[in-house]
């Protein structure tokens, strides 16, 4: 399994912003994209993902099992890509083929996600960083 961390910088300081590009790269060679994240932040990465990019559609839906797109709470048992924008969620147990972690600014975030990369290694998980910029 592969784990990316994306670490937010420079003019991808937007969580909500970032996830979508990753979704939008992802899909359609990604039949199953699931999004894990606060319910809040769902509800905005909803009404973005309707918005943008404009000229394409996105299939998603808000805890819609049955949507290529999930966003949901918790990370489901399985997908191509799970996207977590949720650095307090329980490391997922299910089959995923890639993960991709967003790294924000926080400093009291990074700290989470550096337990969160040590976790990931020793999960046996074939992990990488990136820094957007």
């Given at each position: 399994?592969?784990?990316?961390f994306?670490?937010?910088?420079?003019?991808?300081?937007?969580p909500?912003?970032?996830?979508?590009?990753?979704?939008?790269r992802?899909?359609?060679?990604?039949?199953r994209?699931?999004?894990?994240?606060?319910?809040?932040?769902?509800?905005?990465?909803d009404?973005?993902?309707?918005?943008?990019?404009?000229?394409?559609?996105l299939?998603?839906?808000?805890?819609?099992?049955?949507?290529?797109?999930?966003?949901?709470e918790?990370?489901?048992?399985?997908?191509?890509?799970?996207?977590?924008?949720?650095?307090?969620?329980?490391?997922?147990?299910?089959q995923?083929?890639?993960i991709?972690?967003?790294?924000?600014?926080?400093?009291?975030?990074?700290?989470?996600?550096?337990e969160?990369?040590?976790?990931?290694?020793?999960?046996?998980?074939?992990?990488?960083?990136?820094?957007?910029?």
């Amino acid at each position: 399994m592969r784990v990316d961390f994306y670490e937010m910088s420079g003019r991808f300081t937007d969580p909500l912003f970032v996830a979508g590009v990753l979704i939008g790269r992802a899909w359609p060679a990604s039949k199953r994209i699931a999004v894990v994240a606060e319910r809040a932040r769902l509800a905005d990465l909803d009404e973005r993902l309707w918005a943008q990019p404009e000229g394409r559609f996105l299939p998603h839906g808000i805890n819609q099992p049955e949507a290529p797109i999930q966003l949901l709470e918790d990370a489901p048992d399985s997908a191509d890509v799970l996207i977590n924008l949720d650095a307090h969620a329980p490391l997922p147990g299910g089959q995923f083929e890639r993960i991709l972690e967003l790294v924000p600014a926080d400093e009291s975030i990074k700290a989470r996600l550096r337990e969160r990369w040590m976790a990931w290694k020793e999960r046996g998980a074939e992990v990488h960083h990136h820094v957007l910029k």
